[in-house]
C-alpha cells in the first residue's frame, strides 16, 4: 500500500505557472504508475497527466499538452506536474494516483484503473 500526499497548489495569475508535488510513501515507489486528475466544479475528475514507471513515456490530455509536464524522481519518491500558461479553465482540485504496474513503459490513463490517491490540492487561476 502507498500513501500519497500532494502540494503546490495555490491562486495564480492566468498566464502564471505553478509545479504540483506528490511525495508517496509506505512502498516501493518505482513499482507504481503515476498520474495527475483534477475536478472541476463538476462532479467527475477527469484526467490530466501520466507517466509510466521508468518514467520515459508520459501521456497528457489534450487541453494541457505543451503547457504541462509529468516527471518522477524514484529516489525521492515524488511525482510532479509542472503547470505553464495557466488558464481560468484550469482551477480545480488537483489528485495525484499511483496504481501498481508491471510493465515500466505503461502509462495508465482510466481513472477507475488507479487503486490509491491523494487527498487533492486546490489550483485556483484567476483571470
Known amino acids: 500500500q502507498v500513501q500519497l500526499v500532494e502540494s503546490g497548489g495555490g491562486l495564480v495569475q492566468a498566464g502564471g505557472s505553478l509545479r504540483l508535488s506528490c511525495a508517496a510513501s509506505g512502498h516501493t515507489f518505482s513499482s507504481y504508475a503515476m498520474g495527475w486528475f483534477r475536478q472541476g466544479p463538476g462532479p467527475e475528475r477527469d484526467f490530466v497527466a501520466a507517466i509510466s514507471r521508468s518514467g520515459s513515456l508520459t501521456h497528457f490530455v489534450d487541453s494541457v499538452k505543451g503547457r504541462f509536464t509529468i516527471a518522477r524522481d524514484n529516489a525521492k519518491g515524488t511525482v510532479y506536474l509542472q503547470m505553464k500558461s495557466l488558464k481560468p479553465e484550469d482551477t480545480a482540485i488537483y489528485y495525484c494516483?499511483?496504481?501498481?504496474?508491471?510493465?515500466?513503459?505503461?502509462?495508465?490513463?482510466?481513472?477507475?484503473?488507479?487503486?490509491?490517491w491523494g487527498q487533492g490540492t486546490q489550483v485556483t487561476v484567476s483571470s
Open positions: 494516483a499511483a496504481e501498481p504496474e508491471p510493465n515500466p513503459y505503461r502509462t495508465v490513463t482510466v481513472r477507475n484503473e488507479y487503486t490509491y
